[in-house]
């Protein structure tokens, strides 16, 4: 009998779409305004190497939340520019490193538009948000599966972040009304003093 795939209680339809060799799933919301999950689906068979105090994270998919206006055309630039990063960091973590909520990855330079346009500097490993109910951690045999989100910040924000942890930056960024979502329209949660104070 074939394996139950973790993703098939997800609330809305999940389509797996293919590149290359490799596949993501794309979680289609019923309430299209909060964007679509484009997500792994296979990161988490492999156990992270995670310190021990942070054991509930070693099992993880990562995603995307993509904004309504983005095109879900695997042939769109933004699309497979998405697709492309998650595959390239998930491939990143299969080789035996490890990453836990508040990594920063390297952004890969988006298409030309708009969202490249907008500035931002590295990519930051976050809990759900806007979709942490239909993300909520899945049990599966002898292991739980966390969600864990790729959010672009600015490098204000990360200098801040990294300066006084992710906690009191996160306070900040959500007092903002910023979410997981991809936002190219955003502006940077930090103003330029907040990094001289302490």
């Not at 992270?48 to 042939?75: C, G, H, M, T």
């Amino acid at each position: 009998m074939e394996e139950k795939a973790f993703y098939s209680d997800l609330k809305g339809t999940v389509e797996l779409i293919t590149f290359g060799s490799e596949s993501l799933g794309l979680l289609k919301r019923e309430q299209e305004y909060l964007g679509s999950v484009l997500f792994t689906t296979d990161l988490s068979t492999v156990s992270l190497p995670v310190p021990s105090k942070y054991a509930q994270e070693n099992r993880i998919e990562l995603y995307f939340l993509l904004p309504d206006y983005w095109s879900l055309e695997p042939s769109s630039s933004l699309f497979v520019w998405a697709a492309e990063t998650l595959i390239e960091i998930k491939n990143y973590l299969k080789a035996g490193h490890w990453a836990i909520t508040g990594h920063t990855f390297k952004m890969p330079t988006p298409p030309e538009g708009k969202f490249k346009e907008a500035g931002f500097d590295a990519l930051l490993l976050m809990n759900p948000i806007l979709v942490k109910e239909s993300l909520a951690p899945i049990p599966c045999k002898d292991k739980v599966i966390h969600f864990k989100a790729l959010c672009p910040i600015f490098k204000r924000e990360k200098d801040v972040k990294e300066a006084r942890g992710m906690e009191k930056f996160m306070e900040r960024y959500l007092a903002k009304g910023n979410t997981e979502k991809l936002d190219e329209f955003r502006v940077s949660s930090v103003k330029t003093s907040l990094l001289f104070w302490r």
